[in-house]
């Protein structure tokens, strides 16, 4: 719980602040170093945000998508 307030916080707070270039940095860097678990937290956070996160998740792969999307049925 406490890492995915940490993503929560990162995401409503610090995003808008970093420059796309940025953000595709620090989507690669977290997201390789998170376990497959915490990677479909970051991932739902990502969805569940009302603005351009479906562009940013390109940044992570359609593959990881869909893996995280059958993992959820």
Known sequence: MHNKTWLSFIL???W????EE????F???IFDNL???KQ???ISELINKEDDSW???ETIG???IEKYRQYIK
């Open 12 to 14: 409503d707070r610090c």
């Open 16 to 19: 808008n602040a970093l420059s």
């Open 22 to 25: 940025d953000r595709d940095l």
């Open 27 to 29: 989507l690669v860097h």
């Open 35 to 37: 376990s497959a678990e």
């Open 40 to 42: 479909m937290e970051f």
């Open 55 to 57: 562009g940013v998740i």
């Open 62 to 64: 359609k593959e990881e």
